[in-house]
C-alpha cells in the first residue's frame, strides 16, 4: 500500500512539537514513519499475542489458546496458565540477554582499561574500593589498576559461573530481603545461567506449572537486576566517572546546522566515549573544517545518549520514538549504532537523505547500512573512522530542517551517590534528609518513571503521570527514554519545582533540584535499587524495600528490558505498573501477577490503561505503605520553621556540588 504524507495526518497522537513540525515539512513527505506504519496495518494487534496466549514452542502448534474454553488448549495439553507464564517468563530472558550482553562487554572493557589497553581510565577510587569490599578484594597498598583488574575478573566471573551460589551484588539488598530470597530459593547464581534455564523450562514439555515457572522468571530477572545491570553501571562509573549533577539540552534542536552531526543511537557507553574523545581531537576537528564545518556535534540517541548526557553532558537529540524523526531532519551526516532499540527503519529513512547509518557491532547488522566494526582493542582508531565517514557527508548534505526552538534544558547526573549529596550535604552524605522528609510528609514518596516510548499509546502519557505525581509531593526518579520524553517537556530541571505539590516544591526550590531526577540509562535502574536500599538503611522507614512509600511504572514500556526491570523492581519489593502486559489471556496467571506475587515479595504488578489513573495508583500504594510505616498522619503539612530550614539547608545547593556545564564535544 503506498502512502503519503500530507502535512502531517499521522499525527493525532503526536504531542511532541519537534516531532510534529519535523513531519510537517515537505523535506520529510516521504519519510515513512512508524507512526505511518502503525495507521498502515488498520488493524489491531493480535489478540492472542498481546494477552500472551500464542505458543509457537514447537512444531505441534503454533497453538492459540483460550483460556477456560476446553477444545482451546494447546495440542500438548498446556493451559492459558502455563502458556502465558512461559511466554512472560522468555520475554524476562529476553530483556536480560540483553542487560547481560551489554554488562559483559562493559566488564570486558573495564578489565581491558585495567590492564592499560585502552585510552580510558580508572576515575573513580571511591567506588573501586567500594567495589572491592563487596568482592572481598584486599586494596592495601596495591595500585588502583591491580584492584580493578581483580574486581573485573571476578565480576566477569560471575557472568559463567556454575556453583549454586549467589551473584556477588546480591549481597548489597537489605538482608531481609537477601533471606527472603533465599527462602524462595529464588537468589540468582550464574547471570548466564538463568537466562538458559528460563530458556530450558519454558521448552516444550518442561515446567508446566506457572508459580514454579515464574519463580525462575523472577531468579533470573534479579540475575539482570542486582547482577548484570548493576554490574555495568557501577563499572561504567568507574570507568567514565560517576554522574555529577549538569546542566545539558535535549531534543532535535541540539542539531546545529553548521557542524557535522553526528548520531550515538544504541546502548554500549565504550563506543560512544570513544566517539565523544575522537570528536575532541585536532585531526578530526581539522578534517571537519576543511569541509566546512564550524566541528562536530555529538548528540545521543536512546540509552546510550542517557549514558553521556549523564557522564559529559552531550545532549540527547532524540528518545526511542524519534529516532525516525531525527533522521528526518536531513541534517545528520551518520547515525552511529550499537545495539538494541534500533529501527530497522532508520536504514530506509537514511536513503532519502546523505545519511549513513554505520553499524558496529558484529552482533547487529542492518541491509543498506554501513558497517564499521568497533575494534575494542583500538576504540580511537574504530571511533576516528567513523567520524572520517561522517565528516565526508557533509558537504553532500542538502535541504535540512532543525527545529532550533527545540532544544529544552534539563538537569541531569543524578547517581544514588548524588542523590546522597543533594540531600544529605558535602559534610554528612546520607539519605537522613530524604527519609525525614518522607516520614514528615514533605515528600510523599518516591516514583520511578522509567523505560521506553511507544507508538501504541499518546507521546504524552509520561508527562501526565509525571505532572499527576509532582503535584501530589512524589519526588520522581526517571531513566531511559522516559527521562528523556520528560526532559523534553522541560520537567527536569530545577525551575519544574513550580508544578510540584506544597511540600516536595519546598524541598525542591531549597536544594536547588527539579521534581524529577534524571539518573540515567535503563541498565542505570540498578541506581534505583541501591537508593532504595540505601532509604532502608537509613531507617525510619522500615527494614525491607517492600516497606518504602514507593512505586515503580514504565507505562510506555516496547523492549523486553522494561519487562525484566518490572519483574527485578517486583521480586525486590516493589509496585510496579505498566500500560498493558500481555498476561490477561490467564486468570490464573493475572491474579498471580497483580496478587499473590504481593504476599511472596511485599511487590507485585498492576497495569492500568489511562495515564491519570494509572499515576493515581501509583499514589495509592505510596499511601498504603505510608499507613503501614504508620506515617499517613504527618501529611498534615508542615510549614518550614528556621531550625528544619537550617536542617534542609546543609545539602549543599546544586550549583555548589559541582553542576557542570555540557563538556564540549
Ligand atoms: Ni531502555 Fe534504553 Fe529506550 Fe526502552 Fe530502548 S533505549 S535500554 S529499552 S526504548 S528505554
Ligand atoms: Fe502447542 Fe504445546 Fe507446542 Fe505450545 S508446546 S505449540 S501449546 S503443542
Redesign the pocket.
Known sequence: MAISRNGCESCTEITCTSTKSVLSQDLAKNVITAYDRVRMRGMSACLFGSTGTC????N????QIIDGVDEMI???G?TADT?VARNFARTIAGGSAAHTDHAREMVKGFIATAKGETPHEIKDVNKLMMLAEVFGVATEGRDKNDIALEIGQLALADFGKQDDKPVTMLKRAPKKRQELWKRLGVEPRGIDREVVEIMHRTH?GVDQEYHNIMLQGARCALGDGWGSSMLSTELTDIMFGTPVPRRAIVDLGVLKPDEVNVTVHGHEPLLAEALCLAAQDEEMLALARKVGAKGINLAGVCCTGNEILMRRGIPVAAGFVQQEMALATGAIEAMVVDVQCIMQSVAEVAKSFHTDVITTNYRAKMPGAVHIQFNEEDPMGSAKEILRKAIGNFKKRGDFYIPQESKLDVVVGFSHETINYMLGGRFRASYRPLNDNIINGRIRGVAAIVGCDNYKYADNNHEIIARELIKNDVLVLATGCAATALGRVGLVRPEAAEFAGPGLREVCETVGMPPILHCGSCVDNSRLLIAATEMVREGGLGDDISDLPMAGTAPLWMSEKAVAIGQYFVSSGAYVIFQNLPLTGSKNFHKFMTGGMDEMYGGRWDIEEDPLKLAQKMIARIDLKRKELGIDKKRERVLFDMEMRRDLGTGAPLKDIGCHGPTPA
Open positions: 505458543c509457537r514452542n514447537c505441534m502448534g503454533p497453538c494447546g495440542i500438548c498446556a502458556v516444550m
